[in-house]
């Protein structure tokens, strides 16, 4: 706007001096009345074109604000339109593929909310199913041992499924509250230099009571140090859920194994067990949510914890992949070594 306010002073001081100048040409030049005549006419026709171009100018900005305009209604609308020509690299040509790369942007956008708006229903909806059943569960329990009559041993009963509920809905609430810290960005990682080896070893204590309980021989075939760029406490915390899973899923008296393989830039552990396997149809899904596939059926779990493994590992920028037949599993770990 500075650029169209000093174009049109320039013209207006422009014309005021034609003006005076062909008042004293007029009043005092020595020259024969047609020569004089002429000259006036001259700086007449000059005035003249110059208030045309002036015209001319102004007419091309309302043309081009009208252009720019229409081009600004079109992404309001979220419509994509183009209105100048981008064969050519002018002003007006960059604008509008600045505005259309500013339109991209804030599509992505919206869509992003509403994907997240969409998962924010699906997560209420799923905790809402999965913490109805043991809360009713332990209501249910909670009124039966209100009744004076029962006898000690269905007092017992009632007690020991109440207390069963009662720590299914506290393993809940600790999953979803974790997963939810983590997702949300609450708890950050914070991945420095350790020791691998102990952080399978923590990982393998916490769920070494449940494997003796069933039988189960957990074994860490590993002959050397090995050192990775991984926060200790989150992902201990993973590898006890596979670990876990491990345990759960194998028949009394089977095998979880974990090794250590080196490579170049990555750390791969595998944990491998005996257990009843994972149908192929089901091996994209198992990593999903709260999903919980057919073999799962009988077995306390809510379908988080390899759901949470997973993001911890990408968090560090690692990468889990599976394999699976009806001889057991084998979940690999890929940790950045640096």
């Keep these: ?11 207006l001081i422009t014309g005021a001096v034609i003006s005076v100048l062909s008042v004293l040409m007029v009043f005092f030049a020595r020259s024969s009345p047609v020569t004089m005549l002429w000259r006036f006419s001259g700086v007449l026709t000059l005035f003249a074109l110059l208030l045309l171009l002036d015209f001319l100018h102004n007419r091309y900005n309302d043309d081009l604000l009208e252009q720019i ?10 419509q994509e339109r183009q209105i100048f020509s981008e064969a050519e690299d002018t002003l007006t040509a960059r604008l509008q593929h600045q505005l259309l790369k500013l339109r991209n942007i804030l599509t992505a956008q919206n869509q992003m909310l509403a994907q997240e708006k969409e998962q924010i229903k699906t997560l209420i909806s799923d905790i809402s ?41 506290t393993f809940l609430t600790n999953s979803l509250i974790k997963m939810s810290r983590l997702e949300s960005g609450i708890i950050s990682l914070k991945p420095e230099k350790n020791s691998l080896n102990e952080i399978v070893l923590q990982a393998v204590k916490t769920v070494y009571a449940k494997a003796k309980e069933k039988g189960i021989l957990i074994t860490f075939e590993c002959d050397q140090a090995f050192e990775a760029v ?16 491990a345990v759960k899923y194998t028949p009394q008296g089977g095998f979880v194994r974990l090794k250590i393989t080196e490579y170049p830039s990555f750390l791969r552990l595998d944990i491998s067990d005996s257990g009843v396997g994972i149908p192929e149809e089901e091996q994209a899904k198992i990593f999903g949510r709260f999903y919980r596939g057919k073999q799962s059926v009988g077995t306390d779990g809510v ?7 997973r993001e911890i ?17 084998t979940f690999s770990m890929f940790l950045k070594k640096n």
């Design 1 to 11: 706007m500075k650029y169209f306010d000093s174009y049109r002073k320039l013209v």
């Design 69 to 78: 305009t229409l081009l600004i209604e079109a992404l309001v609308e979220q």
């Design 129 to 169: 199913h999965q913490i109805k059943t043991p809360i009713a569960a332990a209501n249910t329990f909670a009124e039966l041992l209100s009744d004076g009559e029962l006898s000690a041993e269905e007092r017992t009963e009632y007690i020991t499924t109440l207390q069963m509920s009662l720590g299914k809905l």
């Design 230 to 245: 991984l926060d200790f406490n989150w992902t201990a915390e993973a590898i006890s859920n596979v670990i876990d899973n």
């Design 303 to 309: 379908g988080i914890g390899l759901y949470l493994t």
């Design 313 to 329: 590992i990408n968090k560090q920028n690692g990468y889990m992949k599976v394999s699976s037949d009806e001889n057991g599993s």
